[in-house]
């Protein structure tokens, strides 16, 4: 998945700040994970539907999940 693809992903979905996304963007590349929000489970689920959709509609692949605390 391209990385200026998640960047936009996480401006346009999780409203994160462009250097925030960069930064989450990283942690997902070098660590594998991040964490793009805490969210009560509706709002986290719709975002991660978004998200899928998203990636569905532009061709790429995308693992997104929800994580309980």
């Known amino acids: 998945t391209p990385m200026?693809?998640?960047i936009i992903a996480l401006?346009?979905?999780f409203h994160k700040s462009g250097?925030?996304?960069?930064?989450l963007m990283f942690d997902v590349h070098e660590k594998g994970k991040g964490i793009a929000g805490i969210y009560?489970?509706?709002i986290c689920e719709t975002k991660c539907e978004q998200a899928r959709n998203f990636a569905k509609s532009t061709g790429h692949p995308f693992l997104?999940?929800?994580e309980q605390e």
């Open 40 to 42: 009560s489970k509706e």
């Open 4 to 6: 200026d693809f998640v």
């Open 11 to 13: 401006i346009q979905i």
């Open 19 to 23: 250097d925030e996304a960069v930064k």
């Open 64 to 66: 997104i999940r929800p």
